[in-house]
């Protein structure tokens, strides 16, 4: 199992920009095994059910955004410090929600592991 802080969440004006981080450790854990896996973000607005945002594989291209942030957010991962990021530029009210971190192993179809979550909060 492995452990997933959020941390970067916060209040910005529209237009404004965020830069979320995930710090993944557990026991036996080695940058090693965190290249095994894929990280990602998700999250949810208040109402609404959990949602998929950026997914990224340990290397090549192998990045998926959602539709509704393409263009804005940009996911990125740092195998050897266990860290995964998204920066999040021209946000909007609508990306108002709390953002979770996850990780499932490559080649599962299923995110096991998720951070507490970090409130990103958009004003108009």
């Known amino acids: 199992q492995v452990q997933l802080v959020e941390s970067g969440g916060g209040l910005v004006q529209a237009g404004g920009s965020l830069r979320l981080s995930c710090a993944a450790s557990g026991r036996t854990f080695s940058s090693y095994v965190f290249s095994s896996y894929v990280m990602g973000w998700f999250r949810q607005a208040p109402g609404k059910e959990r949602e998929f945002v950026a997914s990224k594989r340990s290397s090549g291209a192998f990045t998926k955004y959602a539709d509704s942030v393409k263009g804005r957010f940009t996911i990125s991962r740092d195998n050897a410090k266990n860290m995964v990021y998204l920066q999040m530029n021209s946000l909007k009210p609508e990306d108002t929600a709390v953002y979770y971190c996850?990780?499932?192993?490559?080649?599962?179809?299923?995110?096991?592991?998720w951070g507490q979550g970090t409130q990103v909060t958009v004003s108009s």
């Open positions: 996850a990780a499932r192993v490559t080649g599962n179809t299923e995110y096991n592991s």
